[in-house]
C-alpha cells in the first residue's frame, strides 16, 4: 500500500464521530460573514447597512485575481457592516446579517437529482473555471487558496492529474469521511469536472486505509468511471499535505520553493472542493455552507454537521452536547496543525474543517527541557529539514541561516513537536521564523 517516503508520524487517531452521519444545523439568529475567508486579497462589501439579501446573495465582491467572492448563507437584513474579530484574533471587515426566514436565490437548485457530465454536453473549461470563480469556491481542507487560480497554471506549466486529497489524515476530524459516504458520486462528478477544467484524462483520490467504508464505496462507484482511480494509502500523517500526497500517490517530489506542485504534473484538490465544485457548476450554488466536525473526548454528542457559513462556533458546540466542563482548549481545525481560538462567538468560514474541544489535562503543555539531539524531529519531518536548527536560529533572529536552511519549505504540520521527547515549541519558533523570512523575501523582491 502506498505512502509517502520522508518522515511522518502516527498519532492517536481518536475518530470520535466517524460513525455520525451529517446533519443540518439549525439557523443562526445572526450570521457574521469575514471578507478575509481566503488567501490573497479580501473581498469588497457591496451591501450596506439596511439592504435586504436572500440565501445567495452576494455580499462582497473578490478583490482582485487571487481572491474570492463571500455570498449570504441566511436571508435576512443586513445589520452592520464594520470589522469582527477572526479565529486569527485580527479584527477584519466583516457583514452582519439578522436572520429572517430562508429565502434562497431562485438561480439555485436545491433538489438532491444527481447532474452528470453527460448530461451537458456544452459544458467547457472556461465555463466550469468561470463558474467556480463565480461562486466563491476556495481550498476546503484548510489552506483556503482560491480554487480557480489553481486551475489556471502559470504559463509554461501542463497538468497531467488531478489527485482529491480524501486522506483526512488529521486526528479527530471526520467531515471528509463521512462526506465521501453520503456524497460519493456527486465526488466523481466533481472530479470529471475539475479533470475536465485542466484538460486532463487522468483522476485519483488518496484514501488512507482506516476508512474501509469510504474506500470500498468509492471504488465501487468509480467503476463507471474509468479514467478516475480510487488509491487506497496507508495511515501516516502528514500524509493530507499536498507534497507529500502527490509523492504517494504518483510517486513524484515536489521541488523546494519557488517550485510549485504544478511542477510534477498534479493539481491536488481537497475532496471538499470537489464537493463544492460539483455543487457550483451543476446546482448553480455558490459556496454558503460545509460540513464541520465538532469533536472530543468529552464532547456528549461528537458529530458531522452541515453548518451555513457566518454561524457562531457556540452554536455548533450547542448542537453537540455543549461546552464540557472539563474544556481546556476550543481548537479550529485537529490538534496537529489547528490553532486556539480566544472565544466560541467566532464565526464558521470556508476553511472550518473542525472544532476540537480539549480536556484540560490534554490541553496542558508538558514542561520544556534541554534538547538532547536525539534528532527525532530530523526523522519526522515530511519536508526533510532540520527542525531543531530551524527553530534554534528563529529563537536567535538569524533570518540569514534561516533562509538558507530552507525555513520557508516547512508545512507547519506539527510532526517535529509531536515526537521531541524534550516538548520543545520547535513549531512555534519555526511559524515565527518562516513568517519572517517570507516577509524578507517578499521585500527584497519589491525593490
Not at 143 to 164: M, N, R, W
Not at 359 to 369: G, I, T
Not at 388 to 413: F, G, H, N, P, T
Not at 427 to 439: A, E, F, N, P, Q
Amino acid at each position: 500500500m502506498k505512502t509517502f517516503n520522508i518522515g511522518g508520524v502516527h498519532p492517536e487517531e481518536n475518530k470520535l464521530s466517524a460513525g455520525s452521519p451529517i446533519r443540518e444545523v439549525q439557523l443562526p439568529k445572526q450570521a457574521v460573514f469575514s471578507m478575509f475567508q481566503h488567501i490573497g486579497a479580501p473581498a469588497n462589501p457591496v451591501v450596506q447597512k439596511g439592504d435586504v439579501v436572500k440565501v445567495g446573495t452576494l455580499l462582497g465582491e473578490a478583490g482582485g485575481f487571487v481572491s474570492a467572492p463571500v455570498y449570504s448563507s441566511v436571508s435576512g437584513k443586513v445589520s452592520k457592516v464594520e470589522p469582527v474579530l477572526d479565529a486569527s484574533g485580527t479584527r477584519r471587515m466583516a457583514v452582519i446579517v439578522d436572520v429572517e426566514g430562508d429565502d434562497w436565490e431562485e438561480s439555485i437548485d436545491r433538489s438532491t437529482d444527481l447532474v452528470k457530465l453527460s448530461d451537458c454536453p456544452k459544458l467547457d473549461s472556461k465555463t466550469i473555471i468561470e463558474k467556480i470563480k463565480a461562486a466563491g469556491i476556495v481550498g476546503m481542507g484548510g489552506a483556503t487558496f482560491p480554487t480557480h487560480v489553481k486551475l489556471c497554471p502559470p504559463p509554461g506549466k501542463v497538468a497531467e492529474c488531478v489527485i482529491v486529497n480524501a486522506v483526512e489524515c488529521e486526528p479527530y476530524l471526520t467531515a471528509d469521511h463521512r462526506l465521501m459516504l453520503e456524497h460519493a458520486e456527486e465526488i466523481l462528478v466533481g472530479l470529471q469536472l475539475v479533470m475536465k477544467a485542466v484538460n486532463v484524462t487522468k483522476g485519483y483520490i488518496g484514501i488512507e486505509k482506516n476508512k474501509p467504508d469510504a474506500i470500498a464505496l468509492m471504488t465501487e462507484k468509480a467503476k463507471q468511471y474509468p479514467e478516475i482511480e480510487i488509491v487506497p494509502l496507508k495511515v501516516k500523517y502528514p500524509q493530507g499535505g499536498e507534497k507529500q500526497l502527490i509523492d504517494a500517490v504518483i510517486g513524484r517530489q515536489v521541488p523546494a520553493p519557488p517550485a510549485l506542485p504544478i511542477d510534477t504534473g498534479a493539481i491536488v484538490q481537497n475532496v471538499g472542493t470537489i464537493f463544492a465544485i460539483y455543487q457550483a457548476v451543476m446546482k448553480n450554488k455558490p459556496l454558503i455552507d460545509r460540513i464541520i466536525t465538532v469533536t472530543g473526548k468529552s464532547v456528549k454528542q461528537p458529530s458531522n454537521l452541515l453548518a451555513r457559513l457566518g454561524t457562531p462556533f457556540s452554536q455548533l458546540i450547542e448542537e453537540c452536547g455543549g461546552l464540557p466542563e472539563d474544556t481546556g482548549k476550543v481548537i479550529g481545525g485537529g490538534p496537529m496543525m489547528g490553532k486556539a481560538l480566544l472565544n466560541t462567538d467566532i464565526p464558521m468560514t470556508k476553511g472550518s474543517s473542525g472544532l476540537l474541544i480539549m480536556r484540560q489535562d490534554e490541553a496542558k503543555r508538558a514542561e520544556v527541557e534541554p534538547c538532547i539531539r536525539c534528532a527525532k524531529c530530523v526523522g519526522a519531518c515530511p519536508m526533510g529539514l532540520e527542525p531543531y536548527l530551524l527553530a534554534k536560529v528563529s529563537e536567535q533572529k538569524d533570518w540569514e541561516v534561516a533562509e538558507r536552511e530552507d525555513i520557508v519549505s516547512c508545512i507547519e504540520c506539527g510532526s517535529c513537536q509531536f515526537t521531541c521527547p524534550s516538548h520543545r515549541p520547535l513549531l512555534d519558533y519555526i511559524r515565527l521564523g518562516k513568517s519572517t523570512v517570507m516577509g524578507i523575501i517578499r521585500s527584497r523582491a519589491a525593490k
